[in-house]
């Protein structure tokens, strides 16, 4: 067994190899210290299972309950009870101390809605029982192409209960250009949006078989989101668990994702992102990206992922960009991960091309820096137990390695580096030389 293992002294990689073996300033020191300990608070174990006891009857005064079933709503899985939610949604959005209840035991069809605030505050979405889409992609309502339930403009709302949103997904992803060459490829909706909103909790609540996205906190801030469960086959295509876009003040904990795609992703404008508790597998791992598609800016600050438990995923810890882009990915800790049979446990790939024709070549790249992988061990399946594919024209820079222990069980293992500098890597070096 060959190990990939580096040292944890950050200290000691300063006074040793320095950038490049260059001098290390007081701005380096600085932005390392700064990289180590930024956080945001998470929720208190009190809050994450409160969920379990009925906030109606919570000392926070008395709320109205609205049950879906008083608005008509059938829940037997094949009538449409479209419009009873929507009826609900009108009331209870305008109510003050809502709680808008999807009762247990039930399955209730919706088509794809949009259900808009804003809504009277403090207003809590309990569903406990399923949420089913219709299957059919032909059948689909074309003025939502991109989503199935969508809640825009709300503020401090509460999203909780034991229940599950089953986006019935798998015509889509027949019809996918992915499983099906001769398909064009087109978006398919999202099973659950939460768009430009604030002050939001998500509790509980199992999401499932999606039509492509699962779940995406799009244009928001200040969002909590505790205990969510995503599943969908691994062979299922597109069907990221957690998308996070434009965004900021973002906490994800402790969720347990198993889909076909990225189990959480995070692309443009989003700011001030912790993961943390995150199982994730099967899938594609957990991406900042991709960035920069079709030239487009890119940009993604401060993120954590604080305790992750990946296994059998095609990557681990992933930052993408497509070539053409401009922008940067700056301030990101990767830390306390264990990876078991993962294809690519950490890689930086400023070269993704997720597009049935290659890409040409660019020289404009979205810049990656200060990027910190800490304590990160465990089991790779490729040769390339990291891999850093840099942009020539824009490399990455200052990436930290501290404390970490990868492994192949059957060959050696090796660090694949391309235009990276930074501090506990060695570029270009093969591993067993420095170790
Ligand atoms: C829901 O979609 C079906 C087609 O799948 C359609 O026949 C029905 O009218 C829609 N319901 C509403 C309330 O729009
Ligand atoms: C792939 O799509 C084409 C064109 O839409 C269709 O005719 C064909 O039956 C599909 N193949 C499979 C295996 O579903
Ligand atoms: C990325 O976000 C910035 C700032 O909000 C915006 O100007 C830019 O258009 C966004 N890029 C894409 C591809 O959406
Ligand atoms: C991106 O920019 C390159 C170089 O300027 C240009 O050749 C290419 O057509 C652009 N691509 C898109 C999608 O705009
Ligand atoms: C390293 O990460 C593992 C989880 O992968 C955790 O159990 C362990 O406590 C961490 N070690 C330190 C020193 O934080």
Not at 57 to 66: Q, V
Not at 377 to 390: L, R
Request: negative net charge; contains cysteine.
């Amino acid at each position: 067994m060959d190990k990939l293992f580096l040292l944890s002294l950050l200290g000691l990689f300063i006074i040793a190899y320095g950038v490049s073996g260059a001098f290390v300033s007081d701005s380096d020191i600085d932005m390392i210290k700064e990289l180590e300990s930024f956080d945001i608070e998470e929720e208190d174990d009190d809050d994450v299972y409160s969920y379990t006891v009925p906030v109606w009857r919570s000392e926070r005064g008395s709320k109205i309950l609205m049950n879906v079933d008083s608005f008509d709503a059938i829940g037997d899985g094949v009538t449409d009870d479209t419009m009873a939610f929507r009826k609900a949604w009108e009331t209870a959005c305008s109510t003050s101390k809502s709680v808008l209840l999807v009762p247990k035991e039930k399955t209730y069809l919706v088509n794809a809605t949009t259900f808009k605030g804003p809504c009277k505050d403090g207003m809590v979405i309990q569903i406990e029982g399923t949420i089913v889409a219709p299957d059919e992609p032909e059948l689909w309502d074309p003025k939502f192409p991109r989503q199935w339930l969508e809640f825009t403009k709300l503020n401090a709302a509460t999203f909780q209960g034991d229940g599950v949103i089953d986006g019935s997904g798998e015509k889509w992803w027949a019809e996918s250009c992915k499983k099906n060459k001769s398909r064009p490829c087109k978006g398919a909706p999202t099973a659950l949006t939460i768009d430009s909103s604030s002050n939001i909790r998500v509790k509980g609540l199992t999401i499932q078989n999606s039509q492509q996205m699962h779940f995406t906190i799009a244009r928001s801030e200040t969002v909590r989101i505790t205990g969510v469960r995503v599943s969908a086959p691994g062979d299922s295509p597109n069907t990221d668990g957690i998308h996070i876009t434009q965004s900021t003040n973002v906490v994800v904990q402790n969720c347990k994702i198993s889909t076909g795609d990225d189990c959480i992703s995070i692309v443009n404008a989003s700011s001030g992102i912790k993961m943390k508790g995150i199982s994730c597998g099967p899938g594609h791992g957990i991406s900042i990206g991709s960035l920069g598609k079709d030239n487009s800016t890119g940009i993604v600050t401060k993120v954590v992922l604080d305790t992750a438990y990946l296994r059998e995923t095609t990557n681990g810890v992933r930052i993408k960009t497509w070539q053409g882009g401009s922008g940067y990915v700056r301030a990101v800790r990767f830390e306390n991960v264990r990876m078991e049979d993962v294809e690519n446990p950490i890689i930086i790939d400023q070269f993704y091309c997720d597009s049935p024709t290659t890409c040409e070549s660019q020289t404009s790249a979205v810049k990656i820096s200060q990027i910190m992988y800490r304590n990160i061990s465990g089991t790779t399946t490729s040769k390339n137990a990291m891999k850093f594919a840099c942009s020539d024209s824009v490399p990455c820079s200052n990436i930290i390695l501290s404390n970490v222990n990868l492994e192949k069980t059957d060959g050696t293992v090796e660090t694949y580096c391309h235009a990276a500098q930074g501090f506990g890597l060695w570029c270009c070096a093969p591993i067993g030389e420095t170790a």
